[in-house]
């Protein structure tokens, strides 16, 4: 099995202002040093993303923290009369490096369909960002145990049409839609299960070299005190976190376990 980087990305959704984001920043850049053998990824709404760029970096424009920068959400256009949105090329040209591509909130919330994260997911790959391709069933699916049939049709959506190197420069990210702000995570098992079955079907997508390369996160109620656990499980390679990625220690206790499971 390769060695596969762990990441922890926050997601702050719609959440702080523009003080508590700055401030928030430096206090994650500050203990970044603290979490080793982990990429860590913030992406604030869109109005903060340059005032978190700025403050990740020295005067010379250099980030010493190593902590990166992603959007929420992208349009698949580059540019044109689409009133709101942001384009790829937009975020790149703040700072990012990743956007979140179909949040179970965009999914339920915001009427995006598998077509539509497979359209915008391309097109953030196409602008040089990574993709965070977001997946995960209700509770519902989950009790009828459709579960898995619901994954792998949102992965084979979601990823229609993708290269093994568009799939190696992806990142997915597994978000039950029932643990997440709910409190309730997975056990370390369901989660793994559903990891391992992502990865298999990854396989079938591309090969097995390109699947084993992919990083795969867990989201859902991610906390300092459940990470470590979730961290072990061989499939398992980082987080997505929404609430727990609002206070820096938090945070960085997630980075931390994720680092040293690595
Ligand atoms: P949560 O959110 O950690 O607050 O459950 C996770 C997510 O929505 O990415």
Same mark, same amino acid.
């Given at each position: 099995?390769?060695?596969?980087?762990?990441?922890?990305?926050?997601?702050?959704?719609?959440?702080?202002?523009?003080?508590?984001?700055?401030?928030?920043?430096?206090?994650?850049?500050?203990?970044?040093?603290?979490?080793?053998?982990?990429?860590?990824?913030?992406?604030?709404?869109?109005?903060?993303?340059?005032?978190?760029?700025?403050?990740?970096?020295?005067?010379?424009?250099?980030?010493? !923290?190593?902590?990166?920068?992603?959007?929420?959400?992208?349009?698949?256009?580059?540019?044109?009369?689409?009133?709101?949105?942001?384009?790829?090329?937009?975020?790149?040209?703040?700072?990012?490096?990743?956007?979140?591509?179909?949040?179970?909130?965009?999914?339920?919330?915001?009427?995006?369909?598998?077509?539509?994260?497979?359209?915008?997911?391309?097109?953030?790959?196409?602008?040089?960002?990574?993709?965070?391709?977001?997946?995960?069933?209700?509770?519902?699916?989950?009790?009828?145990?459709?579960?898995?049939?619901?994954?792998?049709?949102?992965?084979?959506?979601?990823?229609?049409?993708?290269?093994?190197?568009?799939?190696?420069?992806?990142?997915?990210? +597994?978000?039950?839609?029932?643990?997440?702000?709910?409190?309730?995570?997975?056990?370390?098992?369901?989660?793994?299960?559903?990891?391992?079955?992502?990865? !298999?079907?990854?396989?079938?997508? #591309?090969?097995?070299? #390109?699947?084993?390369?992919?990083?795969?996160? +867990?989201?859902?109620?991610?906390?300092?005190?459940?990470?470590?656990?979730?961290?072990?499980?061989?499939?398992?390679?980082?987080?997505?976190?929404?609430?727990?990625?609002?206070?820096?220690?938090?945070?960085?206790?997630?980075?931390?376990?994720?680092?040293?499971?690595?």
């Amino acid at each position: 099995m390769a060695a596969r980087r762990r990441i922890v990305a926050g997601n702050w959704k719609m959440n702080l202002d523009h003080a508590a984001a700055v401030a928030l920043t430096k206090d994650v850049a500050a203990g970044a040093a603290s979490c080793t053998g982990v990429d860590l990824v913030l992406c604030p709404p869109a109005i903060y993303l340059e005032a978190v760029a700025s403050a990740l970096q020295l005067a010379d424009g250099s980030s010493p !923290s190593g902590v990166t920068l992603g959007g929420q959400n992208l349009h698949d256009q580059p540019k044109g009369a689409f009133t709101g949105e942001i384009a790829p090329a937009m975020l790149v040209d703040v700072g990012c490096r990743w956007c979140i591509v179909g949040h179970s909130e965009r999914r339920t919330l915001f009427g995006e369909t598998d077509q539509i994260i497979n359209t915008k997911a391309k097109a953030a790959l196409a602008a040089g960002l990574t993709p965070i391709v977001c997946v995960g069933e209700t509770l519902e699916e989950r009790e009828q145990d459709r579960t898995a049939a619901v994954v792998t049709a949102q992965i084979d959506g979601s990823l229609h049409g993708f290269s093994a190197a568009d799939l190696a420069g992806t990142v997915i990210a +597994y978000e039950p839609v029932w643990a997440i702000g709910t409190g309730k995570v997975a056990t370390p098992e369901q989660a793994q299960e559903v990891h391992a079955l992502i990865r !298999s079907r990854l396989a079938t997508l #591309t090969d097995a070299a #390109t699947a084993d390369s992919v990083v795969i996160q +867990y989201g859902g109620s991610v906390k300092p005190d459940n990470a470590a656990v979730l961290a072990s499980q061989p499939d398992i390679d980082g987080a997505l976190v929404g609430g727990a990625s609002l206070k820096a220690d938090d945070f960085l206790a997630i980075g931390k376990h994720f680092g040293a499971a690595g």
